[in-house]
């Protein structure tokens, strides 16, 4: 396999069970998903950009959170944004 990637739609709500994930609990998942794909070695991530949805409405924080704490995978956003 030459090049490998994924599209991660990241989602938080009720969990049933009155567990409740918030918007932080998104992000965090996807930080931890990102440096696992990264130690297995996966080429990029992309992250999905809903405007009007309170999670990872803003890509750019994420982003960088993950540039942060991984060293090979390449990252971006799955749709073009609409402010830039």
Do not use: C, W
Request: hydrophobic share 40%; proline share 4%; no cysteine.
């Amino acid at each position: 396999m030459q090049r490998f990637g994924t599209l991660s739609f990241g989602h938080y709500g009720p969990l049933g069970g009155g567990r409740q994930l918030t918007a932080g609990d998104s992000l965090h998942q996807a930080i931890d998903l990102a440096q696992g794909m990264d130690d297995l070695g996966v080429n990029g991530i992309a992250f999905r950009v809903h405007h009007f949805a309170r999670q990872q409405a803003s890509p750019m924080p994420l982003l960088a959170a993950i540039a942060a704490k991984t060293e090979r995978i390449e990252m971006g956003t799955g749709v073009i944004d609409m402010r830039y």
